[in-house]
T-cell receptor, first 116, second 111 residues
Framework: DAGVTQTPRHEVAEKGQTIILKCEPVSGHNDLFWYRQTKIQGLELLSYFRSKSLMEDGGAFKDRFKAEMLNSSFSTLKIQPTEPKDSAVYLC??????????????FGEGSKLTVL | QEKVQQSPESLIVPEGAMVSLNCSFSDSASQSIWWYQQHPGKGPKALISIFSNGNKKEGRLTVYLNRASLHVSLHIKDSQPSDSAVYLCAVRGEGADRLTFGKGTQLIIQP
């Protein structure tokens, strides 16, 4: 089975631009998560979908970050407008049933965003 | 909200040494605790999980959970250079559908 696929792997944007990151979860997984990873803050949850329904949209990230799940096998994260402080690695993860005792997250390799 | 803290921030040990990584969490009712390994430029990968008080062994890995002291530890026996990575502790709180991650421990195994 293919794992979680994220594109692009690297993105360089000018301040104020709109960028869209893409994610294909593991086939058959119900839960999809978007995280932001920085050295200072670690992993921060941006959005969480269960069976395509938005369950959590990460509070502090609401204003410029919008995640969508267009179908069960494709999700996007839009950042609009970008700011230099958005420079980070954006990770997508999926799970068959995280709420279950044995549920685990499967991560993609991440999209590294640099905002100039 | 669940809080997860890891120590040390970084660790350098010689090849073959035993490695011990620590993680403390805030809610004794947490359902499960996971350890993830992350190599540079890659996403985190699940290594081992524990749900009940006590210990669990898988190959060179042993994890110990003490709910009373809100502490979990990961031990790596006979460490190898390929074990060099960031290790993340993740906790799923009671009734939660998400994992809360610590900031990680950077482990370097010197050949």
């Amino acid at each position: 089975d293919a794992g979680v696929t994220q594109t692009p792997r690297h993105e360089v944007a000018e301040k104020g631009q709109t960028i869209i990151l893409k994610c294909e979860p593991v086939s058959g997984h119900n839960d999809l998560f978007w995280y932001r990873q920085t050295k200072i803050q670690g992993l921060e949850l941006l959005s969480y979908f269960r069976s395509k329904s938005l369950m959590e949209d990460g509070g502090a990230f609401k204003d410029r970050f919008k995640a969508e799940m267009l179908n069960s096998s494709f999700s996007t994260l839009k950042i609009q407008p970008t700011e230099p402080k958005d420079s980070a690695v954006y990770l997508c993860a999926s799970s068959l049933a995280l709420g279950a005792r044995t549920g685990q997250l499967y991560f993609g390799e991440g999209s590294k965003l640099t905002v100039l | 909200q669940e809080k997860v803290q890891q120590s040390p921030e970084s660790l350098i040990v010689p090849e073959g040494a035993m490695v011990s990584l620590n993680c403390s969490f805030s809610d004794s009712a947490s359902q499960s605790i996971w350890w993830y390994q992350q190599h540079p430029g890659k996403g985190p990968k699940a290594l081992i999980s524990i749900f009940s008080n006590g210990n669990k062994k898988e190959g060179r890995l042993t994890v110990y959970l003490n709910r009373a002291s809100l502490h979990v530890s990961l031990h790596i026996k006979d460490s190898q250079p390929s074990d060099s990575a960031v290790y993340l502790c993740a906790v799923r709180g009671e009734g939660a559908d998400r994992l809360t991650f610590g900031k990680g421990t950077q482990l370097i195994i010197q050949p």
